[in-house]
């Protein structure tokens, strides 16, 4: 084996362990940065589901509409399921798909949906879905005014006033993540209900 290797080319040699060390460095270098810049995994996702049951959790009870949590339906489980109207409410895409054509209306909620903002995507009329004449204290008019907009502003504005928002707020550039994700919500809603 070793005469293999006295025979081969010494620029072939130093090819093969150069290749090979910096293998290794590379290697050891990822593993440094995920020690030192552990990523945020599973547990910030939980914290957002958590999130967004407790604001969906806090908007039933708003509407005075009953429900019950973790409920099965058809074989899937479920994050809310409101009996009375026979309506389903999940996080999981999969199982939105297999409750369409069932008994049960499914209703799709996107881990960025703000809890508020249920209300339209829900199959029966519910209390405060559509702003109010010169009511300032629905999600809407609030989200607008985080933004610094005007109720009904044009999408264009809403995508404006939300990129400069972010620069102000993003934990990249020294601000808080609590505001940023306070913009991203206010973005989400402001769009909704934004004029075109």
Request: hydrophobic letters at 40%.
């Amino acid at each position: 084996m070793l005469d293999g290797l006295v025979t081969l080319p010494s620029w072939l040699v130093t090819g093969l362990v150069l290749g090979v060390a910096s293998s290794v460095a590379i290697a050891g270098l990822f593993v440094a940065i995920v020690r030192l810049f552990p990523t945020r995994g599973p547990s910030q996702s939980s914290d957002t589901e958590a999130r967004r049951r407790s604001e969906i959790r806090a908007y039933l009870d708003g509407i005075g509409e009953r429900y019950v949590e973790n409920h099965v339906v058809a074989g899937q489980s479920v994050a809310f399921y409101l009996p009375g109207r026979a309506v389903a409410i999940t996080f999981d895409a999969r199982v939105y798909f297999r409750l369409v054509g069932t008994d049960t209306t499914p209703v799709l909620v996107e881990h960025e949906l703000p809890g508020v903002a249920i209300g339209p995507r829900l199959p029966f009329e519910t209390p405060g879905s559509a702003p109010s004449p010169g009511s300032d204290s629905h999600p809407a008019s609030e989200a607008f005014a985080r933004l610094g907009l005007p109720a009904g502003a044009p999408l264009a504005d809403v995508r404006d006033a939300y990129r400069q928002k972010v620069k102000e707020v993003h934990p990249d550039q020294g601000g808080d993540e609590a505001a940023f994700r306070r913009v991203r919500e206010a973005y989400t809603t402001a769009r909704q209900h934004a004029t075109d």
